[in-house]
């Protein structure tokens, strides 16, 4: 490599990160940051709100699973047989739902 093809190339990465680097809007006047820290817990997650959810349970191999008891927020449903679910006005946060999926399997063994 040439000297000139060198100072070249360090010139343009030094140009590079002179150029890109810009100067933080979050500093207020005394030159401190600003962060707006929640008060409570509840508040990381948003507002509640209320929200209709469709969904289909499958198996590994893409196959329903039906009788899935399904929980999201306060409502609580089943899946059909083609394992769909709905649940209508189920009050969750803006940024966290959280869901619960549980199905009761009993397992039979046959003595011969």
Do not use: H
């Amino acid at each position: 490599m040439t000297p000139t093809l060198r100072l070249s190339k360090l010139l343009i990465v030094l140009l590079l990160l002179l150029t890109s680097c810009q100067k933080d809007d979050g500093t207020s006047n005394d030159g401190n940051q600003n962060e707006n820290i929640p008060d409570t817990f509840s508040e990381y997650f948003g507002n509640e709100i209320s929200r209709d959810f469709l969904g289909t349970v499958v198996d590994k191999n893409d196959n329903p699973i039906w009788g899935v008891t399904i929980t999201i927020g306060n409502q609580t449903t089943e899946t059909d047989v083609n394992g769909v679910f709905i649940l209508r006005d189920a009050s969750v946060y803006e940024r966290l739902v959280i869901s619960k999926l549980k199905k009761l399997v009993i397992y039979m063994a046959l003595a011969v």
